[in-house]
């Protein structure tokens, strides 16, 4: 297993994301952060092809109302694919561009049909871009194209955070987290979720179990140090969790979480087998 330090981290483990915009210029920009919470890289977090997957367009126009538009074919309003390569520019992470075609006079593509409002032989152009839009961590875990390698963002600056990080990785390199298909070392009960009363492990912060998966977090993780309040909440984003485990930490130290491994990780952690490690 190895360890790779990068600056920027960036996966995707949920699918294609899609976008659409009305059109009434030959070029206008998607902004992927702002609507949709997500960055795009130009080619797959997961697989190195192209990020963009399908481009489709269609005339905003109505065949009822105006039958012998051109943006309107056989009683329709027209509709058709873009290049996903050709006809998307990456600007940056955040945002890119789509440039309409002008097609030719006897088949118009929506570069020649787009314009502001609906006219004699313009109209409005909807586009739809679907993608596969990447989400930013501090690390990764051997997972997709890094199979066998963990990555950890360092920071100079945060020093804590970076060894946090870095622990928080192995710690699932060595199947800390035992959920999602990933069994507990022989002779341990897989640990009650945050779902789920535990009570071998009530305290004074929490009566439910401690593992969990999702909450905007990727991949299982514990929870340990939430309520029972913030264990029921749809988002862990920013909770006060105590252990290293925790979904998410800082790019900022000190970090709240150094060298905390709870109890039932600890007890998962000495009963694992490592020596494949």
């Excluded at 943006?71 to 309003?77: I, R």
């Excluded at 109209?123 to 679907?130: D, G, K, M």
């Amino acid at each position: 297993m190895g360890l790779r330090l990068c600056d920027r981290n960036y996966f995707n483990d949920s699918g294609n994301t899609s976008l659409s915009r009305s059109f009434t210029a030959r070029q206008a920009r998607f902004d992927v952060l702002t609507v949709a919470g997500r960055y795009m890289l130009p080619t797959s977090a997961h697989d190195g092809r192209p990020a963009v997957k399908t481009v489709t367009w269609t005339a905003q126009v109505n065949p009822a109302t105006h039958p012998a538009h051109p943006g309107v074919h056989a009683g329709a309003a027209r509709t058709g694919n873009l290049h996903a390569v050709n006809d998307v520019k990456f600007v940056n992470i955040e945002c890119f561009e789509v440039e309409l075609p002008d097609g030719t006079a006897a088949s118009p593509g929506p570069g020649r049909l787009v314009g502001a409002a609906v006219t004699a032989t313009h109209c409005p152009i909807r586009v739809v871009v679907e993608f596969e839009a990447a989400d930013e961590g501090l690390g990764l875990s051997g997972q997709g194209a890094q199979a066998g390698e963990n990555l950890v963002c360092y920071k100079q600056t945060a020093p804590q955070t970076t060894v946090d990080v870095m622990i928080h990785e192995f710690c699932h390199s060595a199947g800390m987290a035992v959920i999602g298909g990933n069994a507990p070392p022989p002779g341990l009960a897989v640990p009650k979720t945050t779902a789920q009363v535990d009570p071998d492990n009530q305290d004074a912060t929490s009566t439910k179990g401690h593992l969990y998966t999702g909450h905007d977090h990727s991949g299982g993780h514990c929870a340990r140090g939430l309520t029972n309040t913030q264990k029921a909440a749809a988002s862990y984003g920013g909770r006060p969790a105590t252990c290293i485990n925790f979904g998410e930490n800082s790019l900022a130290d000190p970090s709240r979480r150094t060298a905390k491994i709870c109890p039932t990780c600890t007890l998962v952690l000495k009963a694992r087998e490592l020596t494949a490690i």
